[in-house]
């Protein structure tokens, strides 16, 4: 069994596409997913299944979320070790060690192509990021709520599905699964 980490965009946000976590759970046991575990309300669940694309199990956790729900979620799927490299990898820490609690990841679907990349202009300050193959680290002094860098700032000038977690989620994400994985 391999450990997967699924990340959904926009649910449980301001009362709109509401999903209990317990009914998020019993979805994921219905495509036989092992071992499944949510965090916080926002649509973080870390499982087991056989070994798989991220991308395979993205569009089968999607799908079945607007079969059952009749609205679309975009998911995005890692493996625990790729979670791992990203939290390690994280410029703002690593050399600029700056506060956590101002650090978050978004998380891209698939890598951005550099044309998109370098359509991204414009000045941000305070607010800085990095992208780094699927993933934008982002610095945010003001917080998250008050940045233009934000999940629809990405999608319309990379073209892709994007979705952001703080840092304390995704270490929190990490033990999850690593804890998965030791059992």
């Known amino acids: 069994m391999k450990t997967y980490i699924s990340i959904l965009r ?11 976590m317990s009914d998020l759970q019993t979805l994921y046991e219905s495509l036989g997913f092992k071992n499944i575990h949510t965090y916080i309300q926002s649509g973080n669940v870390v499982f087991q299944f056989k070994k798989s694309k991220t991308a395979e199990l993205a569009t089968k956790i999607s799908k079945l979320i607007n079969d ?7 998911v995005l799927v890692i493996e625990t070790d790729e979670l ?16 956590s609690t101002k650090l978050h990841v978004t998380f891209l679907a698939n890598e ?5 990349i370098s359509k991204i202009s414009g000045n941000f300050s305070p607010d800085e990021y990095v992208i ?14 008050n940045t233009k860098l934000n999940n629809n700032f990405f999608e319309s000038k990379l073209k892709l599905t994007a979705t952001t977690r703080n840092r304390k989620t995704c270490n929190e994400l990490l033990k999850i699964a690593e804890s998965i994985e030791e059992n």
């Not at 059952?68 to 975009?74: G, I, L, R």
């Not at 791992?84 to 506060?99: A, C, G, Q, S």
């Not at 951005?112 to 998109?116: A, F, L």
């Not at 780094?132 to 709520?145: D, H, Q, R, V, W």
């Open 112 to 116: 951005p192509d550099k044309t998109e």
């Open 132 to 145: 780094s193959g699927k993933t934008i680290y982002l610095f945010c002094p003001n917080g998250y709520g």
């Open 68 to 74: 059952k729900y009749n609205f679309e979620v975009p």
């Open 84 to 99: 791992r490299l990203i939290l390690e990898n994280n410029p703002f820490v690593n050399t600029r060690k700056e506060d």
């Open 10 to 20: 926009g649910i449980n946000v301001s009362g709109k596409r509401m999903i209990k």
